[in-house]
């Protein structure tokens, strides 16, 4: 099977070493012609969870005309740099099956507005931190959940040959659903980890940060009655345990100064919230933190530029 994962981040490299590991023909589709170089040189790396390195052989190109026409996509850039993406690939008239795998929810909506025949959105809840452009530390073992939007589920079946105890696959009906299901868990790890400057685990460990924690989670439910039967309290503390030593992506963005994606995540749920003509206080005032803390760091940036 011939796969193109757009965007060689934390999400796709590790997506990439798996599918790459179960004898997939994996090529990176990349912007910059220095990681290009240095993957097509080493190849891709991924530090599994017990210290061992794997290396994988894949093919590399900043150029979308000489990606394979009957590849799988799959999508793996940021909300961010989606729109763009999505140009290029109108532009390329790439009608190939393409998955989408973004945190939140806004790229459902710019999504819809591009007729791609094939459409699956997919959710990670590995634990992945990317430590140079070829390398990706694999932190903790979750579930990557498929759910076809539109199109034929069948070309999508083959992804799941990769399913292993290290990179268990599921499939799920409802795309909506499992999104929705997964930026909740973004929203009660993201915000507090970016703002308190604490790992994913310390979170149920510090009592201050676990009263939070509890407030979230009981005011995200109280909106959104209808998730909680797939997404209990339990569920949300193992995804911290199992994350426990990670930095959530939030907060390793503020850190290293680049933008947060808190529109497709935090904001998107608060829209919906008001949608239905409920508040979500604790969750909004977060979102004004972020803001706030992302502007500093815009300026930093520029400032940096400028000097």
Known sequence: MNVVIAGAGSIGLLLGSFLAE??????????REEQARLIRNEG??????????SRYDVGVTTDISKVSPSALWIVAVKYAGLRSLLSEMQQARIENPVLFVQNGVGHMELV???PLPHVAFATVEHGARRADDRTVSHNGVGMLTIAVAQGDRH???????AHSDSFPIS????????????VLINCM???????????NGELLTNQHCRMLFD???????????????????EDVASVCQKTARNQSSMLTDCLVGRPMEIETIVTAVIRKANKRKKSLPLLTMLETMLYAVNQEGEALEQHIKNY
Not at 44 to 53: F, H, L, V
């Open 22 to 31: 179960a004898g997939m023909a994996v090529t990176f589709y990349v912007q």
């Open 44 to 53: 891709i790396q991924r530090i599994n969870q017990d210290g061992t390195a």
């Open 112 to 114: 819809a507005d591009v």
């Open 155 to 161: 070309l999508f079946d083959e992804l799941g040959q």
């Open 171 to 182: 499939y799920h009906t409802n795309a909506e659903q499992i999104l929705m299901r997964k």
């Open 189 to 199: 790890i993201n915000p507090l980890t970016a703002i308190l400057k604490v790992k």
């Open 215 to 233: 407030q979230l989670y009981d005011e995200l439910m109280t909106t959104f009655p209808e998730v909680q039967s797939t997404l209990s309290y």
